[in-house]
């Protein structure tokens, strides 16, 4: 680098910055091409040693994507928004705003017709040939060494909930509070009941794209204490391991589970097509897409499932505790807006979160008769095999009845936009 800026200077006092065509300005292009070359060079190195160093950690992945992508995440936080024709720029009227909008967000996506009678007699049964009717399931108490394993665990990056407790700070200070920890979460779990504070969550709006002012362009962050994710790993991890053993989870479902992932469904259809088109058939399916999925779960009806699946009456209540009077705050620089509540939906940025909403849809495949569904948590697709494309359109049509109504009776909404259907075609006709 000195070298090039020495040759600069002098090409540049041998020759002046009119005449670039003299021995000197082309050695200077030279040695600048080749300190260009090496630069790249040395960054594709770096970049691609860093994801590969990355492998199997999502979290440091994208902390290396963003930094070849040059994102800057200070840049999301907008410097005014625009409602009801008023345009708002002071930090703490952005927050209020985006509360408000954050707060009201699924109420138009919610169903506004009478909702049919929710009927669990598939459920009940599907669960009944599983198990025993006295099999129950009840959160067990946690032991000390779970709880500091999982105070140590948090990378010192973590986001920091709106306790302001860092995963620093808990990691050092892991051998004497952990003995407290402990005391707390199994008073929770004895007494039913989720400590206030670690349910509410500080949000921080994410920009998606489009119009900067437009609160629709911004996605919500949410992040939770720290402290409750120790309490959440150890009920997921046991309530996990119940359903596993009892068989309880839909083979159809790949989502959010331990040796499963997407990649498994894709491959999974492929063969399914590639197969039926060796034997001469027609194959077609349909993507389904619902909106809100996360965020429109029926906490009514997630708890009457969870009964169904054999939770005791402590558990229940535990649950029903976790799910009641959760609370969010948007955090736009330093300033915090109100508190609202959250009256539906899995909690984002929760452990339990995720395993809550693959039990809410776990029954949707036992309404199908005649086709096949693979679920991977909220995207599913279904799929059919038959002589004729006719045969196929009507069997996709005909099975599509029961999901519409499945959506209808769990308070979901089907997106007819992003719903589409797809045909093979068999060799024989191409």
Known sequence: ???????????????????????????????????????????QEFYRSSIEENEGHPGKMWNSINGILKCDKKSSSPRSIKEDRFEIKDSHGIAESFCRYFANITSEFMVKTPIPKTSFHKLKKFIESKCLSDTKFSIPTVDIDFVKSQLLKFETNAAVGLDYLGAKILGCAAPVIAPHITRIINLSISMSSVPLCWKRARVTPIFKGGDFTDRSCYSPISVLPLLSKVL???????????????????????????????????????????????????????????RKAFDLVDHSLLLQKLHLYGLDDQALSWFTSYLKDREFQVKIKNELSSKASIKSGVPQGSILGPLLFIIHMNDLPLHLNDTQIDMFADDSTQYVSRCSVQSVQEQLST????????????????????????????????
């Open 232 to 290: 959440e790993r150890h009920v997921s991890e046991k309530l996990y391991s119940y359903l596993t053993v009892n068989q309880l989870i839909s083979n159809n479902q790949s989502g959010f589970r331990k040796n499963h992932s997407c990649q498994s469904l894709l491959i999974k259809l492929p063969d399914f097509l590639l197969h039926n088109m060796d034997q001469g058939k027609f194959s077609g399916l349909t993507m389904l897409d619902l």
């Open 1 to 43: 680098m000195k070298k090039r800026d020495w040759l600069l200077k002098e090409a540049i006092n041998v020759s002046g910055k009119a005449n670039r065509n003299t021995e000197e300005w082309r050695h200077y292009r030279k040695v600048r091409n080749e300190v260009v070359c090496l630069t790249n060079r040395s960054k």
């Open 399 to 430: 099975e599509m009845l029961p999901i519409i109504q499945w959506t209808e009776t769990n308070k979901m909404v089907l997106n007819e936009q992003k719903t589409k259907a797809m045909y093979s075609i068999n060799q024989e006709s191409v």
